[in-house]
């Protein structure tokens, strides 16, 4: 039976989607060697060797992705993430936060902001005592009263009000680790897990690249 292997390989891990299960590896650990063939999207350029030297037959989607954009540096992941999209937002929320513009059919532009992990790692920095576990439920409409409360809630801050700067009226697709919590601090959004993975399918279908 023929299976297609995806593989999107980000700043810490290579996610693989096979025959429609999920797996994903540390980019420091071992990785399967595979006999089907693979399309892989990349941000990492060492991880891209890496998998190329175990899955030689491994091709890069980029190669057959039709995408304009006048963004100098857009991530691969970004543009397929996008690449079908009319007139939405789209977010991806992983170890950074990336925010896409659309409109009728054409990139805008974006901004990048960091992810939950690297906001959290940078309190301890400024001071041992500004460590703290991330907690999900916060309560965003009320000022904070100590300072867990209060790096949660500037942290979350930071994060919301730029993505509804931009996006106004105009609905948003969140994807990535933390795309599903996010979504949930916007009435016009909906939650997408696998944005990246479908894209790629469609781009495959859409070029015929399978024989």
């Given at each position: ?11 810490s ?26 399309y ?34 857009l ?6 993430a ?12 992983g ?5 896409d513009i ?23 920095k ?22 867990k409360?209060?790096i ?8 919301i009000?730029p ?17 599903k919590?996010l979504?949930g ?7 997408k ?19």
């Amino acid at each position: 039976m023929f299976i297609l292997i995806l593989c999107d390989i980000g700043n810490s891990t290579f996610h693989f989607l096979i025959n429609g299960k999920h797996k994903k590896y540390d980019i420091d650990k071992e990785i399967p060697s595979f006999t089907n063939d693979i399309y892989y999207v990349s941000v990492n350029n060492k991880a891209t060797l890496k998998l190329l030297d175990i899955n030689p037959q491994a091709k890069d989607i980029t190669e057959v992705l039709e995408f304009e954009t006048q963004y100098q540096g857009l991530g691969a992941d970004r543009a397929i993430a996008c690449v079908f999209c009319e007139d939405e937002i789209i977010v991806d929320a992983g170890s950074a936060i990336t925010v896409d513009i659309m409109k009728k059919g054409k990139h805008k532009g974006g901004f990048i902001l960091p992810g939950f992990r690297a906001f959290s790692e940078t309190y301890p920095k400024i001071s041992k005592k500004l460590k703290f576990d991330f907690e999900k439920d916060i309560n965003l409409d009320k000022i904070p009263l100590q300072t867990k409360d209060a790096i949660q809630y500037a942290m979350m801050k930071s994060i919301i009000l730029p993505i509804k700067e931009v996006s106004k009226n105009k609905n948003i697709i969140f994807t990535g680790g933390d795309g599903k919590l996010l979504s949930g601090y916007f009435e016009n959004s909906v939650y997408k897990k696998d944005l990246i993975f479908e894209n790629m399918k469609r781009i495959i279908d859409a070029n015929n690249c399978i024989a």
